[in-house]
């Protein structure tokens, strides 16, 4: 069994599979008379060609070390992921190469902040770690076919 251990989450490891959703050292601008801060575009949605929708999904949580086993990309549009709870959880990402899943890294995603998954990158189910938590997800929704499913050999992720 391929055994990988878990990174911190950074913007620069990440980057290749997508983009980091946590605010900015300085909001980009102030707003509400002052009293909110804007940390304006993020991310950019990929939708090809559909809409961009907004859902909430709820996942069962899972322990470390953790086997992952089934891998899931969208070639049509990103999806975005931001934890509505306040605890970490695990990002299992890896590139596309010619239509099969290439290396697997996992990150460790702090407790507030989301991820931005560009389309066609493969990654694992939702992976709240200890208790099962909510995300709320953006993603693409329309004609074509966005989602491809794949088992994987299973792959033991550690801290």
Request: include cysteine; charged fraction near 20%; glycine fraction near 8%.
């Amino acid at each position: 069994m391929t055994q990988i251990r878990i990174e911190p989450l950074t913007a620069a490891a990440f980057a290749p599979f997508g983009q980091v959703l946590t605010p900015r050292a300085t909001p980009d601008r102030m707003i509400n008379a002052g009293r909110c801060e804007r940390h304006h575009a993020l991310a950019t949605v990929e939708r090809g060609g559909g809409e961009a929708i907004i859902s909430i999904f709820r996942s069962d949580p899972v322990s470390l070390p953790y086997d992952c086993t089934l891998l899931e990309r969208h070639p049509l549009g990103s999806q975005a992921f931001m934890p509505l709870g306040a605890d970490p959880w695990l990002s299992v990402v890896a590139p596309d190469r010619d239509g099969q899943p290439g290396p697997l890294r996992a990150f460790l995603v702090p407790a507030g902040t989301g991820v931005n998954l560009n389309a066609n990158v493969w990654h694992g189910v939702l992976t709240p770690l200890d208790r099962a938590a909510d995300f709320l997800v953006v993603d693409r929704e329309g004609a074509g076919i966005n989602l491809q499913e794949i088992t994987i050999p299973s792959v033991r992720i550690v801290p």
